[in-house]
């Protein structure tokens, strides 16, 4: 064998490690829409995930009219979308017209959500049910969970209850059904879990004892993060995820938490946050995951 010229070694290591990262590595592009909205996009796959609505409540952050626009006309970079991924049907995360309007001009686009918020949509949208073969339907018993392959992506939906909201001792939010998506595209490990906050991964581990799910890139609601630190490592525990990006932020209260942002770096080394709607991020995932 031919000696390696001494000053030719640490190229040499260099391209060995740039070629692994290369060859061994996934990504996951993130582009934030709105609230909980989301254009999630790997090697082979694109989704959209709570991505049409219009509503603020006064409250939440809303798509741009533009945004809007080009996700319904699949103006880069919303072209070759896969699914359309739905939790549940607050107004803040589904917009029936703007939902149906898009099965309409894309009728290979499945959705992907739960009997609830198929027939919410229906109700607002008088023959929405004949778009039924684009419907992906996903619906699991509370604190149960079902798989689907869609579109070749590995899906489950979790029913995970959907925060509490007291009002007179009532919850507000008891006939909401939420789901939690678990997605894997191109070997990537996704979760998104709409509105819910860790009681509803306590619940579902009192029936699943050991669940584990290993993800790459956790989308929780913000207030997760804020929880009962005992309840809140319960979930992480579930989870292990390597990135974590909190959603639903009011904009109101989006400066108070870039301002906590490198404290919460120390409890959440791999926190994420986007505070601009369409503001990217191309997330890089190890493969010594
Ligand atoms: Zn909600």
Redesign the pocket.
């Known amino acids: 064998m031919l000696p390696i010229p001494r000053f030719l070694l640490p190229f040499l290591l260099l391209a060995l490690v740039c070629f692994n990262a290369a060859g061994q590595s996934k990504s996951l592009n993130v582009t934030y829409i709105a609230n909980e909205g989301f254009l999630l996009r790997s090697d082979h796959h694109k989704v959209l995930i709570d991505a049409l609505f219009d509503e603020s409540y006064g409250a939440f952050a809303v798509p741009d009219k533009a945004v809007l626009q080009n996700i319904q006309q699949s103006v880069a970079p919303f072209d070759s979308i896969d699914a359309l991924f739905l939790t549940?049907y607050?107004k803040?995360?589904c917009n029936p017209v703007l939902i149906n309007q898009y099965l309409d001009k894309h009728p290979a686009t499945p959705l992907v959500t739960s009997k609830p918020s198929l027939v919410f949509i229906d109700g607002d949208c008088f023959g929405f049910v004949t778009k039924q073969t684009q419907f992906r339907e996903m619906t699991p018993a509370a604190n149960q969970s079902v798989n689907k392959t869609v579109a070749g992506m590995q899906v489950t939906a979790y029913g995970l209850k959907?925060?509490t909201y007291l009002r007179n001792g009532i919850d507000l939010?008891q006939y909401?059904f939420?789901i939690s998506f678990l997605i894997d595209m191109d070997g990537v490990k996704i979760f998104h879990s709409?509105?819910i906050m860790p009681e509803a991964f306590s619940r579902y581990l009192a029936l699943h004892k050991g669940w584990n799910l290993h993800t790459d890139v956790a989308f929780l609601y913000y207030k997760m993060l804020e929880a009962d630190p005992k309840e809140l490592k319960q979930v992480l525990d579930v989870l292990r995820p390597r990135y974590i990006v909190p959603m639903h932020i009011p904009p109101t209260e989006i400066a108070q938490w870039q301002a906590k942002l490198s404290e919460l770096k120390k409890q959440f080394p791999g926190i994420i946050f986007f505070a601009q709607p369409m503001e990217k991020e191309t997330l890089t995932i190890p493969s010594n995951k």
Do not use: K, R, S, Y
Request: charged share 25%; proline share 0%; glycine share 10%.
């Open positions: 549940h607050h803040d995360h959907h925060l939010e909401m939420n709409g509105d």
